[in-house]
C-alpha cells in the first residue's frame, strides 16, 4: 500500500460504449486530421521541447498493475502546464484571423513570431478568465505574437499565478467572485471594449475560439502516441475543470484506436463536480457556490458545451476525488517511488495519478473500473510547480 489517503466516489456512464463510432460531428470540433497542422505548427515555436513520458514500473508493481504511463506538463514551454498548447494556439489563429479580414493574405504562424505584422497588430487586445494556466498561455501568447493581453481573476488564484502572467506584460485584474463569474466578467467587458475573448470553456454564444484552444492541447497527445511506439493504454485517469483537455483526450484517442481506445476515466474534485453531475443529469448542469478546492485548475462549476459534446457518450467513468489525497500525492512524485523518476507535480497535476492508485489498492475500485494486473495506465500530470510557494508548503507538510 502506498498511503494516500482519501476517497473516491464514481459513477458509470450508461452512454458509454467502446463500439460507438467517432462521429462526424465530433471530428468537426476535433480529430487527428484536423490535429496535424497543429502539432506541425507547435513544434516549430521556440522553446519547443517534446515533454518527458515517465514509464513508473515500480509505483505499477505497487498497485498491482502493469505499467503507470506519466505525461509529464511540468517542463510545457517554460510555463510549467499544457495549458501553455492551447491559448497561445488559439491567439495565433484569431491574430492570423484579423490579419486576412484585413485584406491581406492569411500569413503563417511563422510570419506571426518573426514579427512581421506587429504594427498592425499593436491596438489588438486579447482575454480572457483564468485559474492560471490559461491565462498565463493567453498572455504568453500575446507577447509572443505581438498583440496587448487583459486577464481576470478570481479572489482564490494565488498570487504566485497573478505574477507569472504580468511577467508576460498582460494586465491583470482580480475580481472578488469565483471562476464563473470572472468568466461572465471578461466577456462583458470585451464586448464593451472590443477585446478578443480567447476562453479555454465555451458557452452559449461563444463556440468557436475554444475549438483552436483543445486542438492546441493534441500536440501533446501526438507526443504521446510517439513516446508509446505503438502501445495502447487500457486505462486513462484526466483530470476535469470545464472538460476541455478531457475531452482532446478522448476525441484524439477515439478518433485515431476507435474501439481499441482506452478506458476513459475523468476526475475532479468532490466539490467542483459539473462533469459527474452532468453525466448523471444526461445534460451539462452546473454546480454553484464556493468551489473550494486546492486543484485550482479545476475549481470549475460550469462544463465546456463544446467538450460536453465529445464527453457526453465518449467518458467511460466520472470519480471525484478527495482533498486530503492531494498533497501526499504530490510528495510521493517529488520523492519518486522506489526507481521511478522524481516529478515536480503541482495541485491539479496529480489527481488523476491519486485516483488510479486508491482505486487499484481497491478491490471494490478494480472491479467497477476493470483494473488488474494486465492493466497499463495513462495519467497526464498537467502541471508542475506553477505556484513554486504553494509548491514548497505542499510537498513539505
Ligand atoms: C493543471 C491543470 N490541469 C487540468 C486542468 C483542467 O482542464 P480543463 O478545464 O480543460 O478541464 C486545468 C485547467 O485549468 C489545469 O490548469
Not at 20 to 43: C, F, H, R, T
Not at 116 to 135: K, M, P
Request: net charge negative.
Amino acid at each position: 500500500m502506498l498511503n494516500i489517503p482519501g476517497t473516491l466516489s464514481h459513477y458509470k456512464n450508461p452512454l458509454a460504449d467502446s463500439a460507438l463510432q467517432y462521429g462526424d460531428a465530433n471530428k468537426e470540433l476535433l480529430s487527428v486530421a484536423k490535429a496535424q497542422p497543429v502539432i506541425a505548427s507547435i513544434s516549430q515555436w521556440p522553446g519547443y521541447q517534446e515533454t518527458a513520458l515517465h514509464g513508473f514500473s515500480d509505483l505499477a508493481k505497487a498497485i498491482n498493475v502493469a505499467q503507470v504511463y506519466y505525461k509529464d506538463e511540468g517542463q510545457r514551454f517554460g510555463l510549467k502546464s499544457f495549458k501553455a498548447l492551447g491559448g497561445a494556439y488559439a491567439v495565433a489563429r484569431q491574430l492570423q484571423g484579423l490579419i486576412a479580414a484585413s485584406g491581406h493574405q492569411e500569413p503563417s504562424i511563422e510570419q506571426l513570431l518573426a514579427g512581421e505584422f506587429r504594427e498592425q497588430l499593436r491596438d489588438i487586445v486579447v482575454s480572457c478568465a483564468t485559474d492560471g494556466n490559461h491565462g498565463r498561455s493567453v498572455a504568453w501568447g500575446a507577447q509572443m505574437f505581438g498583440c496587448g493581453c487583459v486577464i481576470y481573476i478570481h479572489r482564490d488564484v494565488s498570487e504566485g499565478r497573478k505574477q507569472a502572467m504580468q511577467a508576460f506584460a498582460a494586465e491583470v485584474i482580480r475580481i472578488d467572485g469565483n471562476y464563473d463569474e470572472s468568466v461572465r466578467l471578461a466577456d462583458s467587458e470585451a464586448k464593451r471594449l472590443q477585446r478578443i475573448i480567447v476562453s479555454d470553456t465555451s458557452y452559449a454564444g461563444y463556440m468557436e475560439i475554444p475549438k483552436d484552444v483543445t486542438l492546441g492541447y493534441t500536440a501533446m497527445l501526438a507526443e504521446i502516441v510517439s513516446q508509446l511506439q505503438g502501445e495502447i493504454p487500457s486505462h486513462i485517469f484526466i483530470q476535469g475543470g470545464v472538460g476541455g483537455v478531457a475531452s482532446a483526450v478522448c476525441g484524439y484517442f477515439w478518433d485515431l484506436w476507435g474501439e481499441r481506445r482506452p478506458r476513459l476515466i475523468v476526475v475532479e474534485p468532490e466539490q467542483a463536480n459539473c462533469l459527474q453531475l452532468s453525466a448523471k443529469a444526461g445534460k451539462p448542469v452546473a454546480v454553484t457556490g464556493e468551489l473550494q478546492t486546492l486543484m485550482a485548475g479545476l475549481a470549475c462549476g460550469e462544463v465546456s458545451l463544446l467538450a460536453w459534446q465529445i464527453l457526453a457518450d465518449g467518458v467511460d467513468d466520472f470519480m471525484t476525488l478527495s482533498e486530503q489525497s492531494v498533497a501526499p500525492t504530490m510528495k510521493l512524485l517529488a520523492q519518486g517511488f522506489g526507481q521511478d523518476a522524481k516529478v515536480e507535480a503541482g495541485e491539479s497535476a496529480v489527481p488523476g495519478l491519486a485516483a488510479a492508485i486508491l482505486a487499484a489498492e481497491s478491490s471494490e475500485y478494480r472491479e467497477k473500473l476493470g483494473l488488474t494486473e494486465q492493466s497499463r495506465v495513462l495519467v497526464i500530470g498537467t502541471e508542475g510547480a506553477t505556484d513554486p510557494v504553494l509548491y514548497q508548503q505542499l510537498i513539505s507538510s
